[in-house]
């Protein structure tokens, strides 16, 4: 299988993490990707110009890192991250869901922040950093029990919280909510988070 990547994505760093965690990564090689060149290949792996996106050993090509993830776990004999139907898969999806909202406020805040500045601009700053916010609070309440196997909320959420510290290390969110960053200090000493530390480079977004 390839996986289709920029280093610096979130999404792609929950789907590495997911990766290492089913210990698929034999199963799958990494490929530096530029979507949203008009007439790239990788445009047609994905036509909306994002990544990850995984092209399976049948040629079929999967997207976005929730699709990806859930199909990885099919493949593994482990097969942890989604946990069966029940009310613990809803709090793995919903926690999911609340993390890729997080960084999509994240991202929008920051392309609003490089935009010449005036009253609409600062309008929608301060309404995605209030999203951001109120994400995290919302992560703080529904901290997981401590010893309960790792899912794909948890890959989510703690991807989300580290992608702040990476664009906004200024702002720091873990004094003011140190039960949620002592769990997050947890995650990041698995070595599926140790090994996708995020890494810029010329093309990435």
Request: with cysteine.
């Amino acid at each position: 299988m390839e996986l289709h990547i920029s280093p610096s994505s979130p999404f792609v760093r929950k789907t590495r993490v997911a990766i290492l965690e089913l210990g698929l990564e034999d199963q799958v090689e990494e490929v530096i990707s530029i979507p949203w060149d008009e007439g790239s290949a990788d445009v047609m792996q994905n036509p909306a110009g994002k990544v990850p996106a995984l092209i399976t050993d049948d040629g079929e090509s999967l997207f976005d890192s929730p699709v990806i993830c859930e199909y990885l776990d099919s493949l593994s004999d482990k097969a942890t991250l989604f946990p069966p139907i029940s009310p613990a898969r809803w709090t793995a999806l919903r926690r999911q869901a609340l993390a890729d909202a997080l960084l999509d406020a994240m991202i929008a805040r920051r392309v609003e922040g490089n935009r010449p500045g005036d009253a609409d601009t600062e309008y929608w700053i301060d309404r995605h950093w209030t999203a951001v916010q109120r994400s995290i609070d919302e992560m703080a309440r529904t901290i997981p029990a401590a010893g309960k196997p790792i899912d794909i909320g948890d890959i989510a959420v703690a991807v989300a919280l580290a992608q702040l510290l990476y664009r906004f290390g200024d702002q720091d969110w873990r004094p003011a909510r140190p039960e949620l960053a002592s769990w997050f200090e947890g995650m990041m000493q698995r070595p599926s988070f140790e090994q996708t530390y995020p890494v810029d480079h010329e093309r990435s977004r």
